[in-house]
């Protein structure tokens, strides 16, 4: 028992650290996320058949008129996003208290926020330290495989359970509409974490699962609190359009 409370104190003080570096070493500006909270699942079947569970708000305190506890819905739970939308499509994965414009890098304000929330997944604000492009997760682990094979050095990736986000340095939109324009074809699937962004960092967990580092920052030489070298996006542009061209993927938001 011990050691299972040792590990979850090690994994919630993991986030509070990492979300520090980022703000106070890296200097990128952070909040925290939505992060998700357990609702109680319905049981359809158990409606149908005329049952009264707990997520109905119904039945008396041994859980229906016979005295049987309603099964499932007391038990049963599911993580959904902490923000109002009951269809959130990216559960946990984004700003909403505090929102994104609070995002910031004084240590002492990421402190108070994480000791508040040591859970919560932690949001990096876009366009000023920091960028993103991201794709679909099988696309993202292809052209990786054909990075290395070209030896071109990437920088920080993230994945999701979904997506692969390579981190790059930061980009304006018209440097990225001049890239853009060069291109035959542009996917959706392709995304730009620019000015008014954000990505979610590790070690967070959002509704989807974990998200964890692909690749690992890597300092760059001579960098002020060892922050992240970082590729410049028109360096990684063309294979990433050619990847996610070759896997498309029909949601517009999935993180």
Not at 112 to 126: E, F, K, N, S
Not at 138 to 154: M, S
Not at 192 to 199: A, E, T
Not at 208 to 225: H, I, K, L, M, T
Request: net charge positive; aromatic share 6%; proline share 12%.
């Amino acid at each position: 028992m011990r050691e299972i409370l040792g590990r979850r104190r090690r994994k919630r003080s993991a986030l509070p650290a990492a979300a520090l570096t980022c703000a106070e070493q890296w200097k990128w500006p952070v909040l925290p996320g939505a992060g998700t909270q357990p609702r109680p699942l319905r049981d359809r079947f158990a409606e149908r058949a005329g049952g009264i569970g707990a997520a109905d708000g119904g039945g008396d305190a041994a859980g229906g008129p016979g005295g049987r506890q309603g099964r499932g819905d007391r038990r049963r739970t599911v993580r959904c996003c902490a923000c109002p939308r009951p269809d959130c499509p990216v559960p946990g994965a984004h700003p909403h208290d505090p929102p994104l414009l609070a995002a910031t890098t004084d240590p002492a304000m990421v402190r108070w926020w994480w000791t508040q929330r040591p859970d919560a997944p932690i949001v990096v604000a876009t366009g000023g330290a920091v960028a993103a492009v991201s794709l679909p997760a099988a696309a993202g682990a292809r052209v990786l495989d054909y990075f290395d094979a070209l030896h071109v050095r990437t920088g920080p990736v993230v994945a999701t359970p979904t997506r692969h986000v390579l981190l790059v340095a930061p980009f304006g939109f018209d440097e990225l509409g001049e890239l853009l324009v060069r291109q035959e074809n542009v996917p959706t699937s392709l995304r730009y974490h620019g000015p008014g962004g954000y990505v979610v960092l590790p070690p967070s967990r959002t509704g989807r699962g974990a998200v964890r580092w692909e690749r690992p920052p890597a300092a760059a030489d001579g960098a002020p609190g060892g922050a992240p070298w970082l590729p410049r996006v028109g360096d990684l542009l063309d294979a990433l359009v050619a990847a996610s061209t070759a896997t498309p993927d029909g949601s517009r938001l999935a993180y």
